[in-house]
């Protein structure tokens, strides 16, 4: 049930009027959402609910051990009890097909099963499990560290981790942040109605009429059959996918975040135009931020202290990237990508350190190139995420054709995604404003007519492209 279907729609509309009528009772509005967020996660697959379920007791029970634990020692069991048994489903449904595969040369040539080696997997990875996997153990960890006490009951707890708008690819949310808003009774508002309705059309508009479009006339055509396009359809398919991925993702993040305010919870943003990043630190901390801030928080942090040396710091600073990396999935191309984000962000804390001893300042030409060589590499990078293999990769860098003509709604897509995502903040500020100060009615035309647009390109609408993680 994806959030550009009918269905959804269909199933927003009806929890919505469940979730107000009991809104000023706490069990029972808990319990309608918690529901209803079993119901859409079974709609992909109902066997995944035993997963979500599992981890929910789990470390429900955990970190109840952890705040009653009578000394350090079981404290530290109960930690590693949660981390053992989350890391390890996490492990085996996403990472070990790959982890024999990677093995089979030293384990033998026979065909690689699901007997093989007496290991069997499926390979259909449950939908979200990194998203929820990451948030169950923020949960515990913080508890260890005394930065949170333990949910008041088992529902408020099993609500934080199933929570529907955000489930399947975020943002990943705290519970210090998400249970703590349990408590406070929701309020029926027109500003918190507008806002919601605003940042889902958002949201549909970056999924159907960017991303979609760009998938379907630049993107997936040059990728299928790079020999038949020239060099400049190859790198316009580059910088086409890099929107298109920064589109679909940000576009979700919108329609989560309106989704959950619309039931008076408030979500943290995801995305703070990353292309306009003049480093590639920069851009870490300005897209998908729930992720590289929870690495940095439960992964960067623990591994370094202020004392240590710079080679231990840019260590620290590769372990980070490379799980990045690999958070998103399991392949070689994946372990590149970390591996090189890791890499040029090390190079440049050097530039950065010499640059401060030396007291230079940053001139405009400077920042200029500067954004160019950082946009340049994420465009790069992105080719790691898009293409299927080392070998394809290479293609679109030596297999070029005749002039193919790439259609007029492909060059249309990329030119406005461009304007879109590098429009000044004032234009974009007074546009939103313009659009909150409708009267209601108008503003719910407006996002029909929007659906209505979706609806009619809908006949090549791709699946959310971090679903997959």
């Given at each position: 049930m994806a959030?550009?279907?009918?269905?959804?729609?269909?199933f927003l509309a009806l929890v919505l009027a469940m979730f107000w009528l009991v809104a000023k009772q706490r069990n029972r509005r808990t319990a309608v959402l918690l529901c209803a967020s079993y119901f859409f996660y079974g709609s992909w697959e109902l066997w995944f609910l035993n997963l979500i379920v599992f981890s929910t007791i789990l470390d429900y029970h955990c970190g109840r051990w952890i705040a009653g634990a009578p000394n350090p020692k079981a404290k530290k069991r109960a930690l590693y009890l949660s981390l053992i048994a989350n890391l390890g489903l996490l492990s085996y449904f996403k990472y070990s097909k790959w982890g024999v595969e990677l093995l089979q040369?030293?384990?033998g040539d026979g065909e690689l099963t699901q007997s093989a080696y007496g290991l069997a997997w499926t390979d259909m990875v449950p939908v979200g499990i990194s998203f929820?996997?990451?948030q169950t153990l923020s949960y515990t960890v913080d508890i260890y560290r005394g930065r949170l006490k333990p949910a008041r009951n088992f529902w408020d707890f099993a609500l934080f981790v199933a929570f529907f708008p955000q489930l399947v690819a975020g943002p990943i949310v705290r519970a210090v942040t998400f249970l703590k808003q349990l408590e406070i009774q929701p309020r029926f508002s027109r500003e918190r109605l507008h806002d919601g309705l605003y940042r889902i059309g958002t949201g549909l508009v970056k999924k159907a009429l960017l991303a979609d479009i760009l998938s379907q006339f630049l993107v997936d055509p040059i990728y299928a059959a790079p020999d038949e396009y020239t060099a400049l359809a190859?790198?316009?398919?580059?910088?086409?996918f890099t929107f298109q991925i920064y589109f679909d993702f940000s576009g979700y993040s919108d329609i989560a975040i309106g989704t959950a305010r619309l039931f008076g919870f408030d979500l943290d943003?995801?995305?703070?135009a990353p292309y306009r990043s003049t480093s590639v630190s920069e851009f870490w901390r300005r897209w998908h931020i729930s992720l590289s801030t929870w690495v940095r928080d439960y992964v960067f942090y623990p591994l370094s202290s202020a004392r240590d040396k710079e080679w231990r710091v840019s260590l620290n600073i590769m372990i980070t990237m490379i799980i990045?990396?690999?958070?998103?999935g399991a392949s070689g191309l994946w372990l590149l990508y970390g591996t090189m984000q890791g890499v040029v962000v090390c190079a440049e804390r050097a530039m950065e350190r010499r640059r401060r001893a030396a007291r230079r300042r940053i001139s405009r030409p400077?920042?200029?190139?500067?954004?160019?060589?950082?946009f340049s590499f994420v465009v790069?990078?992105?080719?790691f995420i898009r293409a299927d293999s080392l070998d394809h990769i290479a293609t679109l860098f030596t297999d070029f054709g005749p002039s193919t003509e790439i259609a007029i709604w492909g060059y249309v897509a990329l030119a406005v995604s461009f304007f879109t995502h590098f429009q000044p903040d004032r234009l974009e500020a007074w546009l939103k404003r313009g659009v909150l100060a409708l009267p209601t009615p108008a503003l719910g035309m407006l996002l029909g007519l929007v659906i209505g647009i979706m609806m009619a390109v809908m006949s090549h609408s791709t699946a959310f492209i971090y679903f997959q993680f």
């Open positions: 959030f550009h279907t009918w269905k959804f729609g269909v040369p030293v384990l929820y996997t990451f190859h790198g316009l398919a580059m910088v086409g943003e995801n995305f703070m990045i990396g690999l958070w998103h400077v920042k200029a190139l500067a954004w160019c060589l950082t790069l990078s992105c080719l």
